[in-house]
């Protein structure tokens, strides 16, 4: 299984900002597509977007576009996501999968297992 450190998260205001990290662990993430996932307290794992291999390839989902960007540094193994303009209902424990491609990361909330992931909580 491929496995992540995901940190960076915390109590921030509404309206502030985040970046959240993912290092690989055990693996090298330039053959990989990157999906972020969240799940908020009581609710089922939502997927936040994937960023491809392809260079400039990237999904974001509707609640977020515009808002969260996705980036990776590989020469450092890792995967950030830097979340803008945060509200309540981004609260949740977010946490950072690998796979070929995003079609696979789309479906990975069916099948995949978890990390311990990182709590981002907005709020006032």
Not at 9 to 25: D, E, I, K
Not at 32 to 60: D, N
């Amino acid at each position: 299984q491929l496995q992540f450190v995901e940190s960076g998260g915390g109590l921030v205001q509404p309206g502030g900002s985040l970046r959240l990290s993912c290092a690989a662990s055990g693996f090298t993430l330039d053959y990989y597509a990157i999906g972020w996932f969240r799940q908020a307290p009581g609710k089922e794992h939502e997927g936040v977007g994937c960023m491809s291999t392809s260079p400039g390839l990237t999904f974001y989902a509707d609640s977020v576009k515009g808002r969260f960007t996705f980036s990776r540094d590989n020469a450092k193994n890792t995967v950030y996501l830097q979340m803008n303009s945060l509200n309540p209902e981004d609260t949740a424990v977010y946490y950072c999968v690998a796979e070929s491609d995003c079609g696979k990361v789309a479906a990975y909330a069916d099948f995949g297992s978890w990390g311990q992931g990182t709590q981002v909580t907005v709020s006032s």
